[in-house]
């Protein structure tokens, strides 16, 4: 049964107004604050800033329409640089806030900007609930491997070993995978992006808007004062080919430059291994399908990384349709109000609160 | 047909107990709902234990219901009952130290084998070793007199005809006390209608116990208690928390805004989150959260859209969503945080009740961040609390603190059901143009900019165009609501967020104080209005000249209150806490204002409060 069948509606913003086809088109400036941005020289929270301006006029909502909601952590000053609405709220709990404020506005595109810590040590519990619910929301995650705001712990996506103030001789934690975590936690979109990769990250952070659903978008970024060049090795033109395996739903899964491509086979036992193009003769190739109603295949994508960055999937794991919480939430309540009439008036509140059992006295 | 005489009475508690399996708050429910229709003014109070179920016929797995009815004004569930229905040794046992010598117990011999008097440590059975010769017994075998009345029923197995014994006992007890059984027969019939031979068993149950009281001779007489003189009116019987969830619907219906409740169960407060999901054909949306922030930090992203965001909780709930408060302070949104209190400290007593967190919700925060605290009094008083908590959340934009507690939540007497028209309009105007023009002359919206009397600042929802902002927990400047790390700016503000509080308007304290000489004042909050109102009924019918006041509002309190508590020369503050309102007082005013306290998880007794204030009385004469 598909969202359509059940009278479901099917895009993410399709209860948010959108400009009327001759309005004049917005531009990046139209979402730029008058605040000054504060983020330290060189952080990847420019970058993703920059392309998220320069990337919501293509939607072509009504901006009053755009609400950002964001908890605490260097990444979650996000909001004031956008001129929509925005709040800063507190550590960890955006998500939770922004579920009730997509419950009960569907007329919202409603944005959670969070970060390693934020999303996944405070707020672990929050955003696994918001992905486990499937609330309307497009959550961004931004990953620097570090608690930037706090200046320099390790956060629960930290490297095991990695030499902190608060780990000086190696944190001993296991990090967690966000992509993987997503998924376990019943996420209907997942996806992962690098922050200067604008090009890459503007086609997810569309299908992202346009999912409904929650949609969680994993953006590597880097922190040059506390974890600089966690990503290089991605950046690293030289090595960038060998180790991205770039996603593309009903494509065969592959890494590697043109001339030394490299095809994802399946192995007994469910994980895939890489095997150069001529040798993969008679084996099965996987083809990623992000529609796919199972998410193991997505989540054996998901182990193809490592803290070593062998192989890192990029682009959108799972994208796959299931009745959003907040829809089913407001069906509820809008059926029980049809179903009797219309909206309560005087006489029905009346009739709600003397209940069944009244008596009357002189 | 029958010889028996009628006395007439004005007032009588009874106490049903038994396990928890026995159905003894259904019987009492039910008994309620009988003396309610027949126009007795009433006060209930249910004592339950935390668990679902304890290991039967033990103490800690004894649950009673307690409900006092009269012809006259009902304050409190009665110190002590007059009749006692124990429906095995372990009822008996838990509340014989209750129950004043001369009072009735209604025993169900079948319980009192040597196995379950052995349970709680009876070497004899007290229904024949002469340890109750001070008590009036019927010693009765409700057990097997219904399996009995039950035989004609083949398809029932006996466990299920030996379960409608509280029927039977509910039949008894609505003869004893002449209380039409209809109620409870249409009652039945909407709980069992689709297993017409459990509901034929029940009825059948409920008859025979009516029967037993009629025909055996063991009950030689029956009791009227007639109607008590109330303001004419519809009535209806309502719990605290079902008066409390329905003056919340009520409110958000008159501000025209739609309710969502973001809540995470917990005793005592579920049962408001119970109540609210079943009012979506009211526009209410409930959302059960994964945890109680996330419950309070749901409400508040609603009332950021424009709802009338709520959250339900209890009091280790609100330790949980103090950070949210604090952020709503800053935010000044409207937000209405309930807290139905239990005894603490941690899980303390789940099911009991207490006021210790009072000073929790003044103070439970970090920085200087002032919340408006209201107390609710009755169980019916729930609703108009309510009512005046989303007023103060909407007017002036900002999270307020409604206290209940257990007491509250589940005791419950009459109400009269106002009209709607009659309740407060609470409209409240959301911002929908620029409120200021910057340097350029250029319309422009200013999101701190106060309403000069309130201090509220504009409730500018999203989807307004042209007003789009940024709000957050950082300090930001006076007007125009930008990030601020000014030293100046942020004295500014603290002081402005507390001027906004300590200005709300709420009414000044009602003395009652009815020969306007007395000496002492008997100053209560919350659900110690019962008790209060009683003991000073008491001393006032011994001719003693005793004040009394209720205060509603704990933040900010009545402007008259400094002066009140001058006019006396004895101010008593009983608390069912350790001091928590005294402290406040003394505070506040130097007033050297006397605290009693008891946190026993029970109501005062009346009793108990009047000895306290005799002694007080005593020093000033
Ligand atoms: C309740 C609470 N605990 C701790 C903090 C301190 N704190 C602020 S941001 C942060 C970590 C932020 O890390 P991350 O989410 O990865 O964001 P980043 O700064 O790296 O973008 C911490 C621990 C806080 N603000 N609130
Ligand atoms: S500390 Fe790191 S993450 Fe934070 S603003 Fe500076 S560079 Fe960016
Ligand atoms: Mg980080």
Redesign the pocket.
Known sequence: MTLTDLGMPVTGLQHVPHLPDDAPGQSKRDFTSDQEVR??P????YVILAAVQSFLPELGLRRENIVFVSGIG??SRFPYYLDTYGMHSIHGRAPAIATGLATSRPDLSVWVVTGDGDALSIGGNHLIHALRRNVNLTILLFN?Q?Y??T?GQYSPTSRTGSVTKSSPLGSVDAPFNPVSLALGAEATFVARAMESDRAELKEVLRAAAEHRGAALVEIY?N?????DGAFEVLKDRTQQAARIVRLRSGEPVTVGPEDDRRVLVRVAGGHGEFVPEAEVGAREVVVHDAAAPDPSAAFALSRLDSPEMTHVPMGVFRQVSRPTYDDLVRAQVEGAVDAAGGPATDADLGELLRGRDTWTVG | MTSKTVQTLDRVVIRFAGDSGDGMQLTGDRFTSETAALGNDLSTLPNFPAEIRAPQGTLPGVSSFQLHFADHDVLTPGDAPDVLVAMNPAALKANLADLPRGATIVANTDEFTTRNLAKVGYETSPLEDGSLESWHVHAVALTSITVEALAPFEGLTRKEKERAKNMFALGLLSWMYTRPTTGTEDFLAKKFGGRPEILEANLAALRAGWNYGETTEDFASSFVVQAAPMAPGRYRNVTGNTALALGLAAAAHRAGRPLVLGSYPITPASDVLHALSGMKRHGVTTIQAEDEIAGVGIALGASYGGAIGVTSTSGPGIALKSETIGLAVSLELPLVVVDIQRGGPSTGLPTKTEQADLLQVMYGRNGESPVPVLAAQTPADCFDAALDAVRIATTYRTPVVLLSDGYLANGSEPWAVPEVDELPDLAVELASAPNAVDDAGEPVFRPYLRDPETLARPWAVPGTPGLEHRIGGIEKADVTGDISYDPDNHDTMVRLRQAKVDGIAVPDLEVDDPSGDAKVLVLGWGSTYGPVAAATRVLRNAGHAVARAHLRHLNPFPANLDDVLRRYERVLVPEMNTGQLALLLRGTYLVDVRSHTAVRGLPFTTVELADVVSTILEEVS
């Open positions: 983020w330290c060189g952080c990847g929270d260097c990444s620097n570090i930037g705001l200046k970024q922190c040059p004062i506390f974890n």
